[in-house]
């Protein structure tokens, strides 16, 4: 069992940058693709970004180029480098493993394909 537990969230303003970290327990984290996602008031759940066991990374449109998501096996963490933070990226940010261990494939963009997720943690972005 992989546990996510998501920290770093905070307040702000916009062109900022924030670090957020996913440390997930359990011995076999190194062989499971990890995701984030994200969820502003009033609206679905959406994807962010996904890394795989042996990272290769997909990042949604809306934050391509200013996201970079990494992973560092040695200490069961995740990462998500936010850069050039927009008001619009407020939201609750999650973490959450794959389903299926060493996955490489296409689906990643769904929540169906997660089995564990963090408690999330707030990102606000003020203008």
């Known amino acids: 069992q992989v546990q996510p537990v998501e920290s770093g969230g905070g307040l702000v303003q916009a062109g900022d940058s924030l670090r957020l970290s996913c440390a997930a327990s359990g011995r076999s984290f190194s062989g499971y693709g990890m995701g984030w996602f994200r969820q502003a008031p009033g609206a679905e759940r959406e994807f962010v970004a996904f890394i795989t066991w042996n990272e290769s990374v997909y990042y949604a449109d809306s934050v391509k180029g200013r996201f970079t998501i990494s992973r560092d096996n040695g200490k069961n963490t995740v990462y998500l480098q936010m850069n050039s933070l927009k008001p619009e990226d407020t939201a609750v940010y999650y973490c959450?493993?794959?389903?299926?261990?060493?996955?490489?494939?296409?689906?990643?963009?769904?929540?169906?394909?997660?089995?564990?997720w963090g408690q999330g943690t707030q990102v606000t972005v003020s203008s």
């Open positions: 959450a493993k794959h389903r299926r261990i060493y996955y490489y494939g296409s689906d990643y963009g769904g929540s169906a394909a997660y089995d564990y």
